[in-house]
């Protein structure tokens, strides 16, 4: 039994004289998703994008792969049927029969494309309720408030059939590279992936920098670092890792500039670090995972004083009014929770100060970091930065 799987989109839609754009953008990034050799086709046909499945092609892993990719508002699989009435009144509720033990009501709606196909629609509905009927014999119809919707579409060549039950959600949001390229400040946490997924859905293509500190930080925290990037990949595609040594500006910091103002200093050096290696890879913002008031670097004056250390670029910080409890759980729908949750230190924990400021004035942090060459420091960070292609 042959199978195709359909698409549907949902704000795409809305984007006028550009959808056909982001169909377009959608197609590739499926094509992208998919291992070669699992698909026959990718194509759109009336808001509704079609991928037919290789013979033999694992088809659940293929739905697997389609739930991740943005801009997919529902899956739903179908059965593919010749386009003729006795095979498909035989065999159509055969194939049904499995998701409908799930209902105790339904309706039939049919839509023809080739209008030649010697039934009309509430032919092929009235016809195709009663053999469904036949079949599962514990079903009623009701039209009002159907427990599940059974689709009969008369294409050009072939017909499908399907059961709105049987459709699967998408991640939502729109397709990555729809929305330009920003540079996500990746530590080892629960937050900065989470802040790395919501702006990758809304279209945004990611990079992403992490500073580390060896010896004071292991491989293995940066090992879990590649490996949140990974598990980003998969709904993102691949992109660049720069990875940033912090650990002589650290030290440098720490060893020339009041103790209350460390974490600060240290967040605007990042901050700058982030910016030139945004600006050198073409990225049009930063994201951070910062969430007001969950630490003392993140009252509000704190992020106004970090702020300001980046001059051109808009910093996003998409969980600035989010509850942990709300970060943790999309981190575990998404998938990073388990990871971001091992026990590896990360740099800025290497170096904590006891008494931060949770009221930093600007002035007096500015004063604090006259004590050492920013621009020294920041440079010889971006020269030293190694690049890494994560891959999903
Ligand atoms: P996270 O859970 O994302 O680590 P956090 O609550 O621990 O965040 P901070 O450690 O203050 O908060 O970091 C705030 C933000 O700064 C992070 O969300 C991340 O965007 C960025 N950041 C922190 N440490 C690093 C790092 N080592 N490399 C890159 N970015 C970092
Ligand atoms: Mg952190």
Redesign the pocket.
């Known amino acids: 039994m042959r199978e195709i799987i359909l698409i549907k989109y949902g704000e795409i839609i809305l984007k006028g004289l550009n959808r056909s754009r982001f169909e377009d953008l959608l197609i590739g990034n499926i094509k992208k998703a998919l291992p070669k050799d699992s698909f026959k086709s990718v194509r759109k046909s009336q808001a509704i994008t079609y991928v037919e499945p290789d013979d033999g092609a694992d088809v659940d892993d293929i739905i697997a792969r389609l739930q991740k990719i943005f801009g997919i508002v529902f899956i739903a699989r179908a059965g593919v049927f010749p386009k003729d009435m006795d095979v498909i009144l035989k065999e159509g509720p055969e194939y049904l029969a499995p998701y409908m033990e799930l209902v105790d009501t339904f309706k039939v709606e049919a839509k023809r494309s080739d209008k030649k196909f010697p039934f009309d629609s509430p032919a092929i509905s009235r016809e195709m309720g009663g053999a469904v009927l036949r079949r599962s014999r514990h079903l009623k119809v009701n039209v009002a408030e159907p427990g599940t919707i059974v689709r009969v579409e008369i294409r050009e060549n072939e017909a499908y059939v399907y059961a709105d039950i049987a459709r699967v959600a998408g991640p939502g949001g729109m397709p990555t590279g729809s929305n330009g390229r920003a540079t996500?400040?990746?530590?080892?946490?629960?937050?900065?992936p989470v802040?790395g997924y919501m702006l990758a859905k809304r279209g945004v293509e990611l990079n992403a920098?992490?500073?580390?500190s060896p010896p004071y930080t292991s491989d293995l925290a940066k090992e879990k670092v590649i490996e949140l990037g990974r598990i980003l990949a998969g709904y993102t595609g691949k992109y660049s890792l720069y990875i940033v040594p912090f650990t002589e500006q650290q030290l440098a910091i720490r060893d020339n500039c009041p103790e209350e103002h460390l974490t600060l200093i240290m967040?605007r050096m990042?901050m700058m670090v982030a910016e030139r290696l945004a600006k050198k890879s073409k990225s049009l913002a930063l994201i951070?995972?910062?969430?007001l008031g969950?630490?003392a670097?993140?009252t509000i004056h704190a992020l106004g004083v970090t702020n300001e250390a980046v001059k051109d670029l808009p910093v996003f910080r998409p969980l600035v009014g989010m509850d942990k409890d709300e970060i943790v759980s999309v981190a575990r729908k998404i998938g990073t929770f388990e990871t971001?949750i091992l026990p590896y230190e990360?740099?800025?924990t290497v170096f904590v100060p006891k008494h931060p400021t949770t009221k930093p004035v600007l002035g007096k942090v500015l004063q604090s970091q006259s004590k050492i060459d920013m621009e020294y420091w920041v440079n010889k960070a971006v020269d030293e930065t190694e690049w890494v292609l994560i891959e999903g």
Do not use: N
């Open positions: 996500l400040l990746l530590s080892g946490g629960i937050d900065s802040a920098v992490h500073f580390f967040r990042m951070t995972g910062e969430s969950q630490v670097s993140q971001s990360d740099c800025c």
